[in-house]
């Protein structure tokens, strides 16, 4: 549980600025179950965010709601202790946007953090900014660099430099988070974990989710299963 407080808390860190807008019947719902989870009571949030998904999901015209409200919803569930909500909320999420795990996550659940990471690294090469703007640096600096992964955070760790409508960040923080786990930096790694979950494109608008966002969110799903209780945040 300890651990899913600190994804609560960075969510509700991040979420506010657009969380404060009343008169709106949809955005005052919003404000009023993100307060009941940013404010520990994670029951209340749950039953206030299941009101509220639904409309969302007919009217996803302004996708910061809707990513903001998915969630919220998902880590109300979590924090209550509704798995099996969460997981069939969660496959809900991957079966929308045609998720299909790669082959990093597929490490990442086999406990191979160091492969995980250099199979997102094979993806990296792939995904370095748009076309028409500044490239990132980051990527390919730590893709060279993931033989010392003491450097290879040094890398991650610094802005991207891509611009436009990119998934850049969320890769990086993904990879960012492997290569704290393949040091077992459990609080290092969950905290960047959800920082690849609240991330994604540059352009609000886009409601959906970007595949890395869905990755993280799995891995913060299982890692309250899989690492021991002595080493969560």
Request: glycine residues 8%; hydrophobic residues 45%; charged residues 15%.
């Amino acid at each position: 549980m300890i651990a899913i407080v600190a994804a609560v808390s960075i969510w509700c860190s991040q979420q506010y600025g657009q969380a404060d807008v009343a008169g709106v019947p949809l955005e005052l719902a919003y404000k009023n179950a993100a307060d009941e989870l940013c404010g520990g009571k994670y029951a209340q949030a749950r039953a206030a965010f299941a009101v509220i998904v639904p409309q969302w999901i007919k009217q996803q015209s302004d996708g910061r709601w809707w990513l903001d409200t998915a969630r919220g919803y998902f880590y109300s569930l979590i924090a209550s202790g509704d798995d099996a909500k969460a997981r069939n909320f969660l496959t809900s999420l991957e079966v929308a946007s045609n998720w299909r795990a790669s082959q990093g996550d597929r490490y990442f659940w086999d406990a191979s953090p160091r492969a995980a990471f250099n199979a997102y690294v094979g993806e990296a090469d792939s995904l370095e900014g748009t076309p028409d703007g500044p490239r990132s640096q980051v990527l390919p600096a730590a893709a060279q660099a993931s033989g010392d992964m003491n450097a290879a955070i040094t890398i991650l760790k610094q802005p991207s430099g891509a611009t436009g409508s990119s998934s850049v960040p969320s890769l990086q923080l993904l990879m960012l988070g492997e290569a704290y786990e393949t040091q077992g930096r459990w609080s290092d790694a969950f905290a960047t974990w959800v920082r690849a979950a609240n991330s994604g494109h540059a352009v609000p608008e886009w409601d959906f989710f970007d595949n890395w966002n869905l990755s993280a969110m799995e891995m913060i799903y299982y890692y309250r299963a899989h690492v021991p209780p002595d080493q969560h945040v």
